[in-house]
């Protein structure tokens, strides 16, 4: 039985499920579907490693007239995170919506509406698939940032909203352009078929705006802080660990795919440079925040612009450094997927025990919360860069890629980084550490612990277990 | 079982740390044995293994981390050494600590992260590459800033700033050390006389930037001057932790890391082919000098022994660097007598501040009556220091400075006769205090009265069994199993295989 189908099965029957139902016990219902997804994940991530990619037509129409799903080892890698850490952020949802009783009502449908898009998104072959997966997927994700309907949460949600038609118009432009050139959207023909003419460049730069756009990159992120910091823990988690790397996945394929003939180097180093500024200015914004759930955002606008060093790393250099940024790039999005998610969870119990938002309202709280702390401590490992992590370990092959292909700035770029990175976690740990105060504190349920925990030691794991995803990440490497 | 030991080894300490963690505040006395019974089953298994490398057996645990990287950790004779020493003071420093902390808050998270911090030691001493080595090199700043902190205050809170601000920054210097070296020759694997030797000469001045940045990146740690300035900052902390820092884990894993580059990376005569080791040996004596100066001039008694330890550590990079076996047993020797003289020396501070409420060398006056055990302890850890037979530092300056002879660097022992009477300067004005002044009519603070012992045993016994041992590892260093001879061991591997 091809399991391929099943992933997108599975959460569009539970979205309609908690849709239309919603009186029965949703959250352990979709507990049951998403451990259900988990599994078809994971005998599929089996399948690929035993025998190969694999595809699936839907209704055996092939292309260019059907719809062609793929799963190679980079996808099943995918799609596997998205499981485990929906999974988790369930877990946590379920506990923590008891106190969103309102919230919860959509909750759910939007949830698994989310998932369906992104397992979309992963397996899909061709262009147009891709824009209806990205489409499915910002409207969901804009649903859940509005979902507390507070005045703050839907002036966010618009600009989201705004920001992301705006990249969707670019975008489907874009594969207008080329579906009138070339006559097909398939990504494995197109690779074949383009050629370096002006229309093609344009609708790529066109497609590359968009897809810059949602992912937030720098200067285009500025909708980013507000959507993922005032929305609810869970969501934030899933917006900062997964939606955004949907657009970024995309514009990886795009890029590897119409390679170094058509893609100028000059530009990969324009897409490298927004990366390096992404860095410094998150980074440095995170550090002003005042606002706790503010300073993740900003991180996730920093550590966006770790992946856009795929491209001066890749294009237009050795194989062998290409491998390596490649590799690096997949392994710093599984990590930091996971990482990010682990601190939204424990920075949303912390600010739901404390009942206040600003990070000089943590003072003294390693006392009172050592876990959710912990949890937060062990998921900044990652995001720092330090070892034991995956964030480590992917900082290692970019940099190893830097320094074969003697790009020593790009080096200089990952450890500055590093040290912004290292000077606004610390900034939580140096006021939690605190010893006069004693903050006032509601008791939280110990599952919302132990889902960061369990997150933030999968990204702390990812240090020692790296060669696992990153064999499988080899998969694609033919098409470089 | 030689895959499954250095992993036991390490998980004894690892699992004693996520055990306590999860443990409620209150549980003092079962955290109190889990801790030790760890500390004791650390110490048996390493006993084994150092009884098994001395016949020739080698222990290694690897695994593919990715692509062309292991993760492995091996004892050997050097990681013994090391893993031997915080060991071995992992467990006194415990019993100290459990007294010390007695009836203060927050003792779930110290003794989690003292028994992580020992963990990532462990992993320093045994790591069998420079990959694995900065895994834990970095996984001991983090580990330990949270001790750093423990008490909270504004001044400690400014004190961990320091800390990281010097430990990260280092450890950046040292990530793109490795990075490039593993970059330029494709592995960094720990071999006995290095890696380097058959590397073309093209490639010398790259591989001279490289040791520059790695000896960079642990010369913060190792408190080479002028990257030390985090660890008079850190004297806030609590005394056991002070002991950690100077003595089982931080400086001595930046000392240690010095140890692995020189002598099973880069390899001792590339080194000295590469014309590295004499600019290191320079660095050091300055080092040397110019912590015993500063110790000088400090009036708090902590503060003192810090800017000793500023210098004294970096007498185990001379060693290092001097060329030749006996140097390099002075080094080695070094590692281990400064550990455990310096560990008697801050028990003892930890002591004068608990019992009596002294922190200043000048309310020392007289103590000798009050608490003659204690000082007696002082007393020697000092001796050693300044290098007076038959303390164990006596034993380390003498090979140092015969290694430095054979080097045909006669300055060197101009270095050490200097260091020495500085040494002197500053350690026997409070011995003097100690016994032959007239006591104050009151101590500042006096929290523990004289009963039965002169402060708490828990204090008392790891301080006085810490002062024997260093006495013990001078008047024994002929014996067979006493430090001077495993260190031995090392130089012959070193230079005759």
Redesign the interface.
Known sequence: MNLIPLLLVIPLAWALLSLLLPRLPIGLLALAGIVLQLGTAAMLWNNVQVHGASSYAIGDWVAPLGITLVADGLTVTLLAMTALIAVVCAFYAIFYLRAYEKERRYFWPLFWFLLAALNGIWLAGDLFNLYVGLELLTLSAVGMVTLSGERHALAAGLRYLYAALLGSLAYLLGVALLYGAYGTLDLGQLSSLLDANLMTQLALALMTFGLLMKTAVFPLHSWLPPAHGGALAPVSAILSALVVKSSFYILARLWMDAGDALMPVSAAQLLGTLGALAIIWGGWQAFRQSEIKMLVAYSTVAQLGYLMLLFPLAIGQSQQSAVLAW?GTM?HLLSHGFAKAAMFLAVGTLVLAVGKKRVVDMA?I??KM?LAL?AF?LAS?SIMG???SGG??AK??L??SA??SGQWHW?AVL?VG??IT?SYV?RV??VS????ADPQIRSTHPALDLSALLLAAIAIAL??A??IP??LLTLPEDML | MNFWLPLLVLATSLVAALFIFTLPEERHALRGSFNLLAAVVKIALVGWMIIAVANQQTFETRFTLMGDIDFVLRADALSLLFAGLSSLLWLFTTIYAMGYLEGTPQRSRFFGFFSLCVASTMGVSMAGNLFTFLIFFEMLTLSTYPLVVHKGSAEALRAGRTYLFYTIGGGVALLVGIASLHALVGHTEFVETGVLRDVSPDLYPALTAIFVLLIAGLGVKAAIVPLHGWLPAAMVAPAPVSALLHAVAVVKAGAFGVVRVIYNVFGVEFSYQLGVLVPLAAVASFTIIWGSIQALRQSDIKKRLAFSTVSQVSYIILGLSLFGPIGTMGGLVHLLHQGIMKVTLFFCAGIFAETLGITRIRDLNGVGKRMPLTSAAFTIGAFGMIGIPPVAGFISKWYLGWGAMEAGLHWVLGVLLVSSLLNAAYFLPVIYRLWFARPAPEWPDEQIPAGRFETNPWLLLPTVITAAFSLGAGVFAAAAWSPLSWAELIAVREYLS
């Not at chain 1, 550490?433 to 006069?436: N, P, V």
């Open positions: 590799q392994l003294g390693s006392a050592p912990f401590g490992i330090l070892p034991p480590f370990n290692w092959l940099m190893q320094i074969q080096v450890l590093s040290l290292a610390f740990f140096s550490f605190q010893k006069d240090g020692f790296a060669a990153v064999e």
